[in-house]
């Protein structure tokens, strides 16, 4: 019988499977292991309840990037499939699904029927996923939130679906990097125990 309590062995397993996807990806493994060490950081804005949630999401959000896991070419909607298909819950393969306001992508790629046969969580676990996801870059490394935004739209370029979405997309994505700030600035306004 494992010593290691049920949520720690979510967390890990989601860490096992996406070492296992993204070793060939090595740029994409240091955003991701960034990513959840981010969630690891942030997890009190979430409460010890959901920050196991959280940090499982973390380490599967981009797992669609992997080769063997292309179908649509969109990795939200792929790893939210292969998460599903393989047993994983709704909510992580949702969390996954929508990670960073996938769905406005979605949308500009005519995939936003798929995509929603997902669940679309509104939460502090949604809000901290994207936080970690839009505050950590391609190589791992932390980076301001504008940063990032500026770097996606480098990286896709000018006539990318993510440039499409991008004046639909960066609103929601500042909002929810703003809720979370507002959260760890209560937190650390707060005496110590």
């Excluded at 995509?115 to 939460?123: A, D, K």
Aim: charged residues 25%; contains cysteine; proline residues 6%.
């Amino acid at each position: 019988m494992s010593t290691i309590p049920g949520p720690a062995r979510l967390v890990l397993k989601a860490r096992d499977v996406a070492q296992i996807l993204l070793t060939g990806l090595p740029e994409r493994w240091r955003h991701t292991i960034g990513v959840a060490r981010r969630a690891e950081q942030i997890g009190a804005t979430v409460g010890p309840a959901e920050s196991e949630v959280l940090e499982a999401a973390a380490w599967l959000h981009d797992i669609g990037y992997a080769p063997e896991l292309l179908d649509s070419g969109f990795h939200p909607l792929d790893g939210a499939r292969h998460l599903r298909s393989t047993g994983w819950s709704d909510r992580i393969a949702g969390l996954v699904g929508h990670h960073s306001g996938a769905f406005c992508v979605a949308e500009v790629r005519g995939l936003a029927e798929e995509l929603g046969r997902f669940p679309r969580e509104t939460s502090v676990v949604s809000d901290a996923l994207t936080y970690a996801d839009q505050t950590v870059g391609p190589n791992g490394r932390t980076m301001s939130f504008d940063q990032r935004l500026a770097d996606m739209l480098d990286r896709h370029g000018p006539d990318s679906p993510n440039a499409e979405a991008h004046t639909r997309r960066a609103p929601l994505l500042r909002a929810a990097v703003d809720r979370v700030e507002r959260r760890l600035a209560v937190i650390r306004s707060r005496p110590a125990a």
